[in-house]
C-alpha cells in the first residue's frame, strides 16, 4: 500500500491541498481587484451616447489638481412636476458618474459626489445653508476649497414650454469645474456714492444682499466701488452701476471711460425712470441714447396682478437666448427707453437691442407735467420701445483671431434684479446669463447639447394583454418542466 493511501499521510496532504487552493482563489480575487482599481474600461453604450465625455472634458478631469465637492440637492420626486424631475436627477446622476470615474486617479477620487434630498434630510440641508449659503434645491454645487459654483436646471436642460428637449450638462459642468477648480474668482463691483442699490442692503426695494449671495455661489466676488477717490480697481471682472438716484460726476465717468478704452472694461448699467444719471452723455459716446421717458403698457398679458410689467419680447442673442427658449418673462416695476443711437464715438462700436416693451405700450414724453399717462399721437413713442441696448467692440483679424474690446449693456429696468424681483425666473436668468456672457464664461468650452429623445409604446388592452401573455409563457414553461423532471426523479 503507497503511503499517500495511508489516512496517516493522506488527511494532512488534503487539508494543505484545501488550503493551497483557497489561497490560490484569495490570490487570484485580490489581484484581479487590483488590476480592476487601476486598470479599467467604461464605454456608454445608450442610443445616442447621452453620458460619454467628450475628449475635453477628460483632459481637464485628468488635470486636475484639488479635490473637487460635487453636491446634488435635486429632490428624488416631486408632486409639481414629478415626471421632468426624475428625468433631470437621471440625467445628472448618469453624467456625474462617467465624470467621478474619469477622474479617478491611482485609485484617488479627486471628485466626490454626494446627494442630499432636502425634503428627506433637512438636517444636512440647513447645514448646506449654513456653510455653502445655498438653500435652494434643483441645484448642482461644484465647491473646491473656498470656490464654488452653482448649477441650475435651466444651465443643464434646454426647456420648451415647460418640457425638457435637449441636455446640456457636460458644457454646464465642465465649465462649473474649471471655475472652481482654477483658483480664480472674478470680482464684480458695484458702484456706490449715488444712491444706487448696494449689495449691503437687505431690504426688499432698495437691497441687493439676494443678488450678492448668488454671486458668491457662482464663484464671483461682488465689491462695493467708489469712483469719486479711485480708479476702477486693477482686478475688476466687471463694473456694474444699479439704479442711481444722485448723478455721477464728470471725474468719475472719465474713470469708467478710461476703464473701458484701455482696459478693454465689461460695464452694465441698469437705469430706473424718472431720475437723471450723469451718465447720459457718457452712454451716448458708445452709442445708447437714455431719454428721459416712461414706458407704459396697456396690454394685460404685460402686466401682473399687481402692476408690475412684464417684458417679453427679447432679441436672438447669447444674454437673452435663455428667455427666448423658456418663454420666460422679466418682471419690473417700471421702465425707460434704452435706444440705440445713429453714431456712436467708440471706433468700431456694434449696437443690438436685447429686449423690447409690447406694441401696445408706449414712452411718454410729458409725464412730469401730465397727472394720467395718456398717448398723445405725434408727442409720445409708440412700441415697441427698447429696453436694453448692448454695444461692444473689439473684431475678428484676417487670420481667424479675435481681438477683444469693450462691452457695455444699458437697461432700462432698475429695479430687476432687487430683493423684490431677483427671485423671478427671468430676471435671475437674464442677470446671470448677462454676466456670464459679459465675463466670457458662458462658453468656456464647446460641447453641443444633446437633444432628449422620449419613447412611448401605445397599446391597447388587447395587445397588452397578448403582450403579458407572450412575456409568461417563457416562464409558465420552465416551471412545468422543472414540475415534471422533479416527478420524473421521484418517480
Known amino acids: 500500500m503507497s503511503r499517500l493511501d495511508d489516512f496517516r499521510y493522506a488527511t494532512p496532504i488534503r487539508k494543505l491541498n484545501k488550503f493551497v487552493q483557497l489561497l490560490l482563489a484569495l490570490c487570484l480575487f485580490v489581484g484581479i481587484n487590483t488590476l480592476a482599481s487601476r486598470y479599467y474600461w467604461r464605454e456608454d453604450i445608450s442610443g445616442r451616447s447621452v453620458f460619454a465625455l467628450s475628449p475635453e472634458t477628460l483632459a481637464y478631469l485628468g488635470a486636475l489638481k484639488e479635490h473637487v465637492d460635487v453636491i446634488v440637492t435635486i429632490p428624488s420626486s416631486d408632486a409639481s412636476g414629478e415626471e421632468q424631475q426624475k428625468l433631470l ?4 446622476k448618469n453624467l456625474l458618474e462617467e465624470y467621478r470615474e474619469a477622474a479617478r486617479r491611482d485609485g484617488e477620487e479627486m471628485l466626490s459626489v454626494e446627494y442630499v434630498d432636502p425634503y428627506r434630510n433637512p438636517r444636512r440641508a440647513e447645514e448646506l ?10 441645484v448642482v454645487i461644484f465647491s473646491c476649497g473656498r470656490r464654488q459654483r452653482v448649477v441650475t436646471p435651466s444651465e443643464i436642460m434646454d426647456f420648451s414650454d415647460l418640457e425638457p428637449v435637449a441636455f446640456k450638462g457636460e458644457q454646464a459642468f465642465t465649465s462649473a469645474l474649471l471655475e472652481t477648480a482654477s483658483g480664480i474668482t472674478p470680482v464684480v463691483y458695484f458702484t456706490t456714492g449715488h444712491g444706487e442699490m448696494s449689495i449691503a442692503d437687505v431690504t426688499p426695494n432698495r ?10 455661489a457662482r464663484n464671483l466676488e461682488p465689491r462695493l466701488l467708489d469712483l469719486s477717490g479711485q480708479d476702477v480697481p486693477e482686478d475688476a471682472a466687471l463694473v456694474v452701476v444699479v439704479d442711481p438716484q444722485g448723478q455721477f460726476l464728470p471725474q468719475e465717468t472719465v474713470r469708467l471711460r478710461r476703464y473701458l478704452e ?8 441698469l437705469l430706473g425712470a424718472r431720475r437723471q444719471s450723469g451718465l447720459e452723455r457718457f452712454l451716448m459716446r458708445w452709442g445708447i441714447s437714455v431719454d428721459d421717458m416712461i414706458v407704459h403698457e396697456s396690454g394685460p398679458e404685460s402686466l401682473d396682478s399687481g402692476g408690475a410689467l412684464l417684458v417679453r419680447s427679447f432679441a436672438d442673442s447669447p444674454v437673452t437666448s435663455i428667455l ?3 418663454n420666460a418673462p422679466i418682471v419690473a416695476g417700471q421702465a425707460r427707453p434704452i435706444l440705440a443711437g445713429q453714431m456712436a464715438a467708440e471706433p468700431g462700436t456694434r449696437l443690438t437691442v436685447l429686449m423690447a416693451s409690447s406694441a401696445k405700450s408706449w414712452a411718454e414724453i410729458g409725464w412730469r407735467s401730465e397727472p394720467e399717462p395718456v398717448f398723445t399721437a405725434g408727442k409720445d413713442l409708440p412700441g415697441p420701445i427698447p429696453l436694453a441696448v448692448l454695444a461692444q467692440t473689439g473684431a475678428r483679424s484676417g487670420a481667424g483671431i479675435y481681438l ?4 457695455v449693456i ?6 430687476i434684479i432687487s430683493n423684490n424681483y431677483i427671485s423671478s425666473f427671468g430676471n435671475q436668468a437674464f442677470f446671470f446669463s448677462m454676466l456670464n456672457w459679459m465675463l466670457d464664461r458662458e462658453q468656456v468650452i464647446s460641447i453641443d447639447p444633446t437633444p432628449i ?25 420552465a416551471a412545468i418542466l422543472g414540475l415534471l423532471s422533479a416527478l420524473i426523479r421521484r418517480y
Open 89 to 92: 436627477r437621471r440625467y445628472v
Open 129 to 138: 445653508a449654513r456653510n455653502l449659503h445655498i438653500d435652494q434645491s434643483n
Open 207 to 216: 437691497g441687493l444682499s439676494v443678488a450678492a449671495q448668488q454671486l458668491r
Open 262 to 269: 484701455e482696459r478693454s472694461g465689461r460695464l452694465v448699467v
Open 324 to 326: 427666448r427658449r423658456n
Open 404 to 407: 477683444p474690446g469693450s462691452r
Open 410 to 415: 444699458a437697461v432700462g429696468l432698475g429695479d
Open 453 to 477: 429623445e422620449k419613447y412611448q409604446l401605445s397599446l391597447s388592452r388587447k395587445e397588452l394583454g397578448r403582450l403579458a401573455l407572450l412575456l409568461c409563457l417563457p416562464a409558465a414553461a
